[in-house]
């Protein structure tokens, strides 16, 4: 046991991450909580700031000294609505994509739908705000608050879903391979869970108040486009991403 220890989890902050953070230190006393840029949380696993992250699955391909916690991430199988490409072109027009900063799961999501599903040739760029890309890639709320592109926006989880059959899971719970509480932070990252769940109204009244919106579309995108529990069909969606990335 680690008692008379911290446990520190590191999330994003982000309505899709909140069922899985919100409870945290609730039902453990010894939970602390920070939250950092997505793209960050893998530095502060592998730094040791974190025992914990919710990290971009791309990370954990990248790292094999972490392993994910069993059962827990966040997916969706169909429509996500926070995972977005928003196209200032058509299809068949689109030669630049800006990356959003938030994400590399996302960007890598999104360049292998645009050259393998789509069949286009395109350049990922990074993101500029003097420059207007053909298409760029916008996640979390800041997707969902947004107003529709010019040309539309294409939901990558729904792309990925027609294309593959499956699920796609963009974040996990993850540890280093040698820390040595992995069963006692899984335990405590389902009973957040559990306790975030039944927090959905709670959690999507907050983000109504806070970024707008109806406290019913919250909850209707915690409860219908994420889900968190991964389910055997998430994780062969998750290794079929592995594959198609490995293969470049």
């Known amino acids: 046991m680690k008692s008379n220890e911290e446990f520190v989890f590191a999330g994003a902050p982000y309505s899709n991450s909140a069922p899985l953070v919100d ?10 909580v920070f939250n950092d840029h997505p793209s960050s949380l893998v530095r502060d696993l592998l730094s040791g700031r974190a025992d914990v992250a919710l990290i ?33 072109k058509k299809m068949g027009r689109i030669k630049t994509v800006a990356r959003d900063p938030a994400s590399a799961t996302s960007n ?15 350049e990922m760029l990074d993101f500029n705000a003097e420059e207007t890309p053909d298409a760029a890639v916008v996640i979390g709320d800041r997707a969902l608050c947004a107003e529709p592109a010019p040309a539309g926006d294409i939901d990558l989880a729904e792309a990925w879903q027609k294309w593959t059959n499956l699920p ?25 869970y559990a306790a975030g769940f039944l927090a959905t109204e709670e959690i999507a009244e907050r983000f109504a108040e806070k970024l707008g919106g109806s406290q019913d579309f919250w909850a209707d995108y915690l409860d219908n486009s994420i889900h968190y529990r991964l389910s055997a069909k998430d994780l062969e969606g998750l290794q079929r991403f592995r594959k198609l990335m490995a293969k470049g």
Not at 23 to 32: H, I, N, P, Q
């Open 168 to 192: 796609f899971v963009f974040a996990v719970w993850a540890v280093r391979k040698d820390f040595a509480f992995i069963d006692e932070v899984t335990a405590i990252a389902h009973k957040a």
């Open 108 to 122: 890598a999501l999104a360049e292998l739908l645009l050259t393998r599903y789509f069949k286009q040739k395109i």
């Open 23 to 32: 409870k945290l230190t609730e039902v453990d006393s010894r939970v602390r």
């Open 56 to 88: 971009p699955v791309v990370h954990l391909f990248a790292h094999p000294e972490l392993v994910m916690l069993e059962g827990l991430g966040v997916a969706a199988d169909g429509p996500v609505q926070s995972v977005l490409l928003k196209c200032n």
